[in-house]
């Protein structure tokens, strides 16, 4: 690792330097920091509890709605298509 800060500034400016950059400061902008609030404030206590609701809305659910939804209503559908199957046989 570059120790002098001539080093250093000769690989930031290299291309792999460049690339690792641009791949770092796209990084950053995808994953923020969270700046985690003080134990026992009230910001923490807010904090705590809306991460409790969303563990609790989004228990099992990924990260892709679309496909999530999409398989709710199929799920409810061949639900729906097995109990009118069901009530059709029992009719007989």
């Not at 609030?37 to 563990?55: C, F, M």
């Not at 679309?66 to 639900?79: E, K, P, Q, S």
């Amino acid at each position: 690792m570059a120790k002098s800060k001539a080093a250093k500034r000769a690989r930031a400016q290299s291309q792999r330097g460049q690339k690792r950059a641009a791949r770092d400061t796209r990084r950053r902008k995808e994953h923020p920091h969270q700046h985690l609030p003080k134990v026992g404030s009230r910001r923490d206590d807010a904090y705590l509890r809306r991460r409790r609701q969303e563990d609790l809305v989004d228990f099992g659910l990924g990260h892709h709605r679309r496909r999530n939804r999409w398989l709710a209503i199929g799920g409810i559908v061949i639900a729906l298509g097995a109990l009118a199957g069901l009530l059709a046989w029992l009719a007989l």
